[in-house]
């Protein structure tokens, strides 16, 4: 199973774009990279979903390299309202209930 | 709109009590889930449900038990069995397979607290 590896928490300022980089040195063929994002006592959202190279979306940009042993996720332009913890999560989209939910990356913006 | 309704949204209990956490969805989605957070953790996975009257444990089964009798509705029991069952409790639900229909759509969850 894939674990991740994510910086704990990250700070940026309104405006900035902010680039959130997750390890995932052993992931499966099958596995595709799915990130959510947290408020506190609120359920995870999703935000975005890949395979390969750059998906985007109307909320933010996913940046994957050939060998797909990192992804990044890309806010563009974060507002305080971005202020929550994101979680980057690697499996086959078949069993979800493999999926290992880490502690996530804590991004607090500031204005 | 469409989604998923957890209820209640707070709840406590006395040690000893049984408590039953509902968990309804409208998405027509195949597969359910309940997990469980702590504070500065991330989910794990107590129960899922691919099919109706069909469920298996997750890693954190132990003190839980849930049916799955109706495609909408998961409900989650916390026993007195369950011997720190103080968390925020989140329930999820998602088609099957490919990629884009398997992402998870949570509820809003239910935080328990035993006195």
């Known amino acids: 199973l894939a674990k991740t590896t994510q910086p704990i928490s990250m700070d940026s300022y309104e405006g900035q774009e902010v680039n959130i980089t997750c390890s995932h040195n052993n992931i499966a063929t099958n596995d595709y990279i799915t990130w959510y994002q947290q408020f506190p006592s609120q359920g995870p959202r999703f935000i975005i979903q890949g395979y390969k190279t750059k998906v985007t979306n109307e909320v933010a940009s996913l940046f994957i390299p050939a060998d797909r042993k990192s992804s990044t996720l890309s806010l563009p332009r974060v507002s305080l309202s971005d202020t929550a913890v994101y979680y980057c999560?690697?499996?086959?989209?078949?069993?979800?209930?493999?999926?290992?939910w880490g502690a996530g990356t804590k991004l607090i913006i500031k204005p | 709109d469409g989604g998923i309704t957890q209820s209640p949204k707070y709840l406590f209990r006395k040690e000893g009590q049984n408590v039953t956490l509902s968990c309804e969805q409208n998405?027509?989605?195949?597969?359910m889930y309940w997990y469980r957070q702590d504070p500065g953790q991330g989910l794990r996975l107590i129960y899922y449900?691919?099919?109706?009257?069909?469920?298996q444990k997750g890693d954190i089964a132990e003190g839980y038990s849930v049916s799955r009798e109706k495609k909408e509705s998961f409900p989650l029991t916390v026993t007195s069995a369950q011997k720190n069952p103080t968390a925020f409790y989140l329930c999820?639900?998602?088609?099957?397979?490919?990629?884009?229909?398997?992402?998870?759509?949570f509820g809003a969850g239910s935080r328990l607290t035993v006195l």
């Open positions: 998405l027509n989605h195949d597969a």
């Open positions: 449900s691919q099919i109706v009257n069909d469920f």
């Open positions: 999820a639900s998602s088609l099957q397979g490919s990629p884009g229909a398997n992402v998870l759509t």
């Open positions: 999560l690697v499996g086959d989209p078949f069993s979800n209930y493999q999926l290992i």
